[in-house]
């Protein structure tokens, strides 16, 4: 018996209005970890995805090699990059002067982030921007002058949402506030932070609509599939992971049951979002590709042109159903 279609499991989505479908890539750290990740963006590619994202570190400190990466999939990848852009601690000549150099190599897509904050404690120099809102205007003035070159097109700009509480926040209401001033800002979508619980996107979604908020907001999923992770990353995003799959997860007997585990956990929190509303998948891949395509596959998204080039999947293990 073949898997229902994502129409058939989720009666809410129509045929006009079809899922989008996303990953998140970071530069390699080194010649092993770059060889990895032309593996899985080659595995990835074959899956068609609307965009992927390409992060840099903190600051933009390997800038250089992000440049790197998103100019390669560009020459030699049929896949569409979305460039990360940080604002914290750089002037508006320095961000708009790098604005333009991603423009010149292809890029179409920014995603506009504040960035982290100094731990050093040192403040920024003066006229440095300090809120993704500042970086988005930047973004729209730089378009602005470019029209001509770019056709009279758009840069397609997106930015971060929140389903729990920033760690910086007051509250939730908050966040919901500031989303929606970026979006006054000239921001297009949003892709949400790492969350943990099923209820979240939705309560999100709730609260973004009834603010104002009307662009896409689209749930980052994070496959569950490292304890280690999943404690980093709950104690970066400032909520605890749900502790009934940390749990299981620290009881697996190998490295398969944790994949099967986080596998069934991550497809559960992608079918909540879409049941609420969701209009695309953004998954984080932390540049490994096996789990993010299990999820795919167990999402039962439908097989139409984005999955028409999908290779032959016999040599990667399966997970049972």
């Known amino acids: 018996m073949s898997p229902p279609s994502l129409i058939e499991a989720h009666p809410n989505l129509s045929d006009t209005a079809p899922v989008a479908l996303s990953y998140e890539l970071f530069p390699p750290r ?13 595995e990835l590619e074959t899956t068609a995805p609307d965009y992927v994202s390409v992060t840099y570190g903190a600051s933009g400190s ?11 999939l560009l020459l030699e990848t049929t896949l569409r990059p979305l460039a990360h852009l940080t604002c914290v601690g750089n002037t508006p000549q320095e961000l708009a002067g790098i604005i333009g150099e991603l ?3 292809g890029v179409r897509g920014i995603l506009a982030l504040r960035g982290d904050l100094p731990k050093d404690g040192v403040r ?46 007051p509250s939730e209401e908050h966040d919901v506030e500031v989303l929606l001033a970026k979006q006054r800002s000239g921001a297009d979508f949003a892709i949400t932070q790492v969350f ?14 009834r603010a104002g908020v009307t662009i896409p907001i689209i749930p980052g999923v994070m496959p569950l599939t490292s304890l280690r992770r999943l404690t980093r990353l709950g104690e970066l995003a400032g909520v605890e992971p749900a502790p009934a799959l940390m749990e299981r997860l620290a009881a697996a007997d190998s490295d398969l049951e944790r994949l099967h585990i986080g596998v069934d956990a991550t497809v559960n929190l992608a079918n909540a979002a879409l049941d ?18 299990e999820v795919l596959d167990k999402l039962a998204l439908p097989r139409h042109s984005r999955l028409g080039t999908r290779r032959d999947s016999a040599a990667r293990p399966q997970l049972a159903s």
């Open 276 to 293: 609420a509303g969701a209009p695309g998948i953004h998954l984080y891949t932390f540049n490994e590709h096996q789990s993010a395509l």
């Open 62 to 72: 390997n800038r250089d090699t992000a440049v790197e990466l998103i100019n390669r």
């Open 124 to 169: 920024p120099s003066d006229g440095a921007l300090r809120y993704a809102q500042d970086l988005i205007e930047l973004i729209r003035r730089v378009e602005q002058r470019r029209s001509a070159l770019l056709c009279a097109g758009k840069i397609a700009v997106g930015v971060a949402a929140y389903p729990s509480r920033h760690p910086e926040s």
């Open 30 to 42: 080194s010649p092993a970890a770059a060889e990895t990740l032309w593996t899985t963006i080659r």
């Open 103 to 105: 423009l010149d190599i």
């Open 196 to 209: 943990f619980e099923t209820e979240q996107y939705a309560n999100l979604l709730t609260r973004a609509r």
